[in-house]
T-cell receptor, first 115, second 109 residues
């Protein structure tokens, strides 16, 4: 079975631009979460979507937005990019909204570089 | 608030044991452990729920003390393949998993 797939794998943008990252969850998984990972740190929670509704939001500015589609795939959008947005963006899927019942399965991430 | 992991880094020889700790200032529903190798995605190892249970995965086991809001990951007779960064994730509210900054484990021959 295919794991979590993310696209693109790498992206270079300039300050002020907008970017859209995409994620396809494991078949049967209805929850998608987005994380930002800066080198040397753990993944920082951005959003969680379950059944196409936002279930959680981390401490990120309104420049960050996301949505989940009827097929449970998801997009993360970041507007007005800043240099500090450079990071690895990880998508994780799970069966349900809580890791108590189902663990997170991560994709390989999208490496975003803002110049 | 993110959990705190200790130590930040560990260097071992093959066959040696290690313990990685994870503590939280908030009450926890669950603790989950992941290993991330350089340039790869984090991979799920195990999840521990309330009740002080222990779990095992090959020679890797973990415990969860909900009263102390702590979890420990035990790596026994370490192998070269155990090298990587270990993250604990904690869930205080359904849908929001918070990760520590990781413990980098290096196993040398």
């Amino acid at each position: 079975d295919a794991g979590v797939t993310q696209s693109p794998t790498h992206l270079i943008k300039t300050r002020g631009q907008q970017v859209t990252l995409r994620c396809s969850p494991i078949s049967g998984h209805k929850s998608v979460s987005w994380y930002q990972q800066v080198l040397g740190q753990g993944p920082q929670f951005i959003f969680q979507y379950y059944e196409k509704e936002e279930r959680g939001r981390g401490n990120f500015p309104d420049r960050f937005s996301a949505r989940q589609f009827p097929n449970y795939s998801s997009e993360l959008n970041v507007n007005a990019l800043l240099l500090g947005d450079s990071a690895l963006y990880l998508c994780a899927s799970s069966l349900g909204p809580s890791t108590v019942n189902s663990p997170l399965h991560f994709g390989n991430g999208t490496r975003l570089t803002v110049t | 608030q993110q959990p705190v992991q200790s130590p930040q880094a560990v260097i071992l020889r093959e066959g040696e044991d290690a313990v990685i700790n994870c503590s939280s200032s908030k009450a926890l529903y669950s603790v989950h452990w992941y290993r991330q190798k350089h340039g790869e995605a984090p991979v799920f190892l195990m999840i521990l729920l309330k009740g002080g249970e222990q779990k095992g995965h090959e020679k890797i086991s973990a415990s969860f003390n909900e009263k102390k809001q702590q979890s420990s990951l035990y790596l026994t007779a370490s192998q070269l393949s155990y090298s990587g960064t270990y993250f604990c994730g904690t869930e205080t509210n359904a849908g929001k998993s918070t990760f520590g900054d990781g413990t980098t484990l290096t196993v040398k021959p």
